[in-house]
C-alpha cells in the first residue's frame, strides 16, 4: 500500500475539504477534515492590556461577540482578583440571555431549520430559511426578524452597541440601565417568551408529527456515544453566564465538575500531522483516536451536550420543555439517560431559546438591574485568569496570563466548535459510511447528508465576521486506499 | 436613512479582512461625501446583513474574496446573483446574502433592487494581525476611486418624508 502524506494546507483556497479513503470493497477506510483556521491569536493578544481583550475578541467573531465578550470580562475579573457586584452579574446574564434568544432562533430557523424541518431529502433550492418559510409561514419568518431585533435591542441597551457589545469592564460593567430601559426590556422578556412558545408549536406541528423525521433523528449515521461537557449553576441546571464546569459519561455517569480556572487539570489538545484544528479530550481518559465510548477522552460541547450534563432547566416552560425532549427520546423524563443523536441538537436548541427567553423576562423584571453598584474597582493583580461561558455553540474558555501591569503575556482560547472537533470528525466519517460507495458518483444528496451531520453542531470555523454569500464551500475528494488516487470528487459553492 | 450605501466589510483585527475598514476608513475622512450617500464600516455577517441592506435603494458592498484565480490586489467586481462564494462564509448562520435579500423581500421588507459588489482578491485571511498585506493595501487608493466613480453612477434623488427632510 502507498503511503500518503496529506499536508495540513498552509492555504487553503477557503474552503473545507473532507478527505475519503475507500477500499476496494467499498467500505470506507478513513476520513480526513480541513478547514482554515484563524491563527496567532497569542501573538496578536500580547502586549494588550487584558481589558482590551473583551472589546477586541467580540469582532473576532461577528456572530457570537457577546460571549467573547463575557469570557474575556470574567478571565479579567480573575486576573485582577475582583468579584462583580451582583447588580453587574444580572446585566451580564440579562444581555446575554437576550443574545442566545436572538441567536438560536436565527439558527433554528435559518440554518438547522432547513435540515430539522424540511428534511435533508428536500431540493436544494428548498433546504433554507425560504424553504422553511414556505413550510411555517411568512408570519414565522416575521417574527424571527422582530426576535432577533429584540435580543439586539437588549444588547445596545446593557452592551451599549449592537452586535458588538462594549461595556463589560473587569471588576463589573460600565453602563446602567434606567428605569425606562428596564420597562422596555420587560416588554422585549414578555415578547420572547411569547415566541418560544410559538416555536415549540413549530417543533410539535412540523417536526414531531412526522414519525419519519424522528426516526431520522434517532437513525444511526448520526450518533456518537461520547461525553457530554456544559456549565451548570449551584443547582445542577444549565447556565450559560456561570457555574462549574461538569462531564457526563456516555451512560449518562458524572465524570468531573470543576472550577473553570482548573480546566488544564481535565481537559488536554490532541494534533493530527493534517490539519491545524486541535482536538480537545478529557485528560483523565485518555486520547484513544476518533472513536466513542466511555474509554475515549472525546467530548462533545454542543446545546445537547449541556442538556445531557444537566439535571435540568431553571425556568418552567424550559423545564417542561427539558422533559418532553427527553421523553419522546428516551422514554426518561427525567433526563437521566443522555441523548447522543447529534439530529437531535436542533429540538435542544429550543429547549435552550425557551430557557433564554424566560430568563431575559425574569432578569429584567429584577430590581437590582437599575442599581449603581455595578463596578468594583480592582486594588491588587493576581496576573493569571480563566473565563469560560457557554458559547451558543459549546463551551468557550478564554485564558490570559499577564504582568504585573496587566498586559498580556500569554493567551489561550478554546472556541464552542474546537470542543467539537473530534465528533464533527466523526459524525461526517459516519455520514460518509452511510452514503459513498466506490463506482459510484457523489451527488448533491450524498454531499448534503455528510455536511447535514456537521451543521448541527453550528460550527464556527474560521470565525469570520461577514459573509459573501454565505455558504460553506467544500470539497469531498474520494481515493482509491491502496493508491492514493483520487476517484471521485464534488464541489459545492466554490 | 440614506438611499444609497457604501458597505464596507471586515475585521480590521484579521490582516487582509480589515480591507473594506481601510476603504470606508478613506472615503469618510477625505472630502464630503453627496448627501444621498453614506459609507459604513461593519464587521457583520449573515442576517445582520440584512440590518443594513432594509430600506436602501442601492447598495455597494465592499469586501475581500479569494477565488484563488487572481493576484493578490486584483479588484473584482459583481452584481448579486454573480457571486462565487469565499472563505469568509463561514458564520454559524451561513445565511447566504442573496438568500438573505430574498428573505426580506418575501417578508415585503423594501430591499434594494441592485446590490454590486467590490472586492479585492486578499491574501491572507487567517493571521490574527493588524495591517493588511502589500498587495492588498496598495489595491486601497484604486478601490477608493472605483467607490468614488460608484457613487457619482447611482445618484439616487432622496425622497423626501412628511417632515419634508
Known amino acids: 500500500m502507498k503511503s500518503i502524506t496529506i499536508d495540513p494546507i498552509t492555504r487553503l483556497e477557503g474552503h473545507g475539504k473532507i478527505h475519503l479513503f475507500v477500499n476496494d470493497d467499498g467500505s470506507l477506510a478513513n476520513c480526513y477534515f480541513q478547514v482554515p483556521e484563524l491563527r496567532g491569536f497569542e501573538k496578536f493578544c500580547q502586549g494588550r492590556p487584558v481589558e482590551e481583550m473583551c472589546r477586541i475578541t467580540t469582532r473576532i467573531c461577528g456572530v457570537c461577540p457577546d460571549a467573547h465578550h463575557l469570557a474575556a470580562a ?10 462583580p457586584p451582583p447588580a453587574a452579574v444580572k446585566l451580564r446574564r440579562l444581555m446575554y440571555n437576550a443574545f442566545f434568544a436572538g441567536d438560536h432562533t436565527t439558527h433554528f430557523y435559518a440554518l438547522g431549520g432547513p435540515d430539522f424541518v424540511c428534511g435533508p431529502d428536500a431540493p436544494p433550492g428548498e433546504r433554507n430559511i425560504l424553504g422553511v418559510i414556505a413550510k411555517v409561514g411568512i408570519d414565522a419568518g416575521k417574527k424571527v426578524i422582530a426576535q432577533r431585533a429584540r435580543g439586539q435591542r437588549v444588547i445596545e441597551i446593557i452592551g451599549g452597541k449592537k452586535v458588538h457589545p462594549v461595556t463589560a469592564l473587569p471588576g463589573g460593567m460600565a453602563k446602567r440601565v434606567t428605569k425606562e430601559e428596564q420597562a422596555e426590556m420587560i416588554k422585549i422578556g414578555a415578547e420572547m417568551v411569547e415566541f418560544a412558545k410559538f416555536t415549540i408549536q413549530i417543533v410539535n406541528d412540523v417536526v414531531l408529527a412526522n414519525k419519519a423525521y424522528v426516526d431520522m433523528i434517532l437513525s444511526d449515521p448520526y450518533t456518537h456515544k461520547t461525553y457530554n461537557m456544559g456549565l451548570v449553576d449551584e443547582k445542577g441546571k444549565v447556565n450559560f453566564y456561570d457555574g462549574k464546569v461538569r462531564v457526563t459519561g456516555p451512560d449518562g455517569a458524572k465524570h468531573a465538575e470543576y472550577e473553570p480556572k482548573n480546566y488544564l ?5 490532541h494534533v493530527e500531522p493534517y490539519s491545524y484544528l486541535k482536538y480537545p479530550y478529557l485528560k483523565k481518559i485518555g486520547w484513544k483516536g476518533f472513536v ?24 418552567p416552560l424550559a423545564q417542561a420543555e427539558y422533559e418532553r425532549f427527553y421523553e419522546t427520546l428516551t422514554k ?58 457557554e458559547a451558543p455553540r459549546g463551551t ?33 466519517k459516519r455520514a460518509a459510511e452511510g452514503v459513498i460507495k466506490k463506482g459510484v458518483q457523489i451527488t448533491e444528496g450524498m454531499l448534503n447528508r455528510i455536511e447535514m451531520a456537521f451543521r448541527a453542531y453550528d460550527p464556527c470555523f474560521g470565525c469570520a465576521t461577514h459573509s459573501l454569500p454565505g455558504q460553506m464551500p467544500l470539497e469531498v475528494i474520494v481515493h482509491d486506499t491502496t493508491t492514493g488516487e483520487v476517484i471521485n470528487a464534488q464541489r459545492r459553492y466554490c | 436613512m440614506k438611499p444609497v450605501l457604501v458597505l464596507c466589510l471586515g475585521n480590521e483585527y484579521i490582516s487582509d479582512d480589515g480591507f473594506g475598514p481601510a476603504v470606508a476608513a478613506r472615503l469618510n475622512t477625505g472630502s464630503e461625501l453627496p448627501d444621498y450617500v453614506e459609507v459604513l464600516g461593519a ?105 468614488g466613480t460608484w457613487i457619482l453612477e447611482n445618484r439616487v434623488k432622496e425622497v423626501p418624508d412628511n417632515n419634508g427632510r
Open chain 1, 332 to 389: 426518561d423524563k427525567s433526563g437521566k439517560t443522555p441523548v447522543h443523536a447529534t439530529l437531535a441538537t436542533h429540538w435542544a436548541r429550543v429547549v435552550e431559546l425557551v430557557y433564554a427567553s424566560e430568563a431575559t423576562l425574569e432578569l429584567a423584571r429584577d430590581e437590582e438591574i437599575t442599581s449603581d453598584q455595578i463596578r468594583i474597582i480592582p486594588e491588587g493583580i493576581v496576573g493569571e485568569g480563566v473565563g469560560i461561558v
Open chain 2, 43 to 147: 464587521a457583520v455577517a449573515g442576517f445582520n446583513l440584512l440590518d443594513h441592506l432594509a430600506g436602501r435603494q442601492r447598495v455597494l458592498i465592499v469586501d475581500t474574496i479569494r477565488t484563488g484565480k487572481s493576484a493578490p490586489g486584483f479588484l473584482h467586481h459583481f452584481s448579486l446573483g454573480e457571486l462565487a462564494p469565499t472563505h469568509h462564509l463561514t458564520t454559524s448562520h451561513q445565511i447566504s446574502l442573496p438568500t438573505a435579500l430574498e428573505f426580506g423581500r418575501r417578508l415585503g421588507l423594501a430591499m434594494p433592487a441592485a446590490v454590486d459588489v467590490l472586492a479585492v482578491e486578499a491574501d491572507d485571511l487567517e493571521t490574527l494581525r493588524e495591517g493588511l498585506t502589500p498587495s492588498v493595501a496598495e489595491a486601497v487608493d484604486q478601490a477608493v476611486l472605483e467607490v
Open chain 1, 396 to 428: 468557550l474558555t478564554h485564558h490570559y496570563k499577564t504582568d504585573k501591569n496587566g498586559i498580556v503575556t500569554e493567551a489561550n482560547l478554546i472556541v464552542g466548535t474546537t470542543n467539537n472537533n473530534a465528533p464533527i470528525t466523526m459524525s461526517i
Open chain 1, 74 to 83: 470574567k478571565a479579567a475579573d480573575a486576573v485582577y482578583g475582583v468579584v
Open chain 1, 265 to 269: 487539570d481535565y481537559v488536554a489538545e
Open chain 1, 292 to 315: 466513542d465510548g466511555v474509554d475515549s477522552g472525546v467530548y462533545k460541547a454542543t446545546p445537547l451536550s449541556r442538556l445531557n450534563a444537566s439535571d435540568g432547566m431553571a425556568t
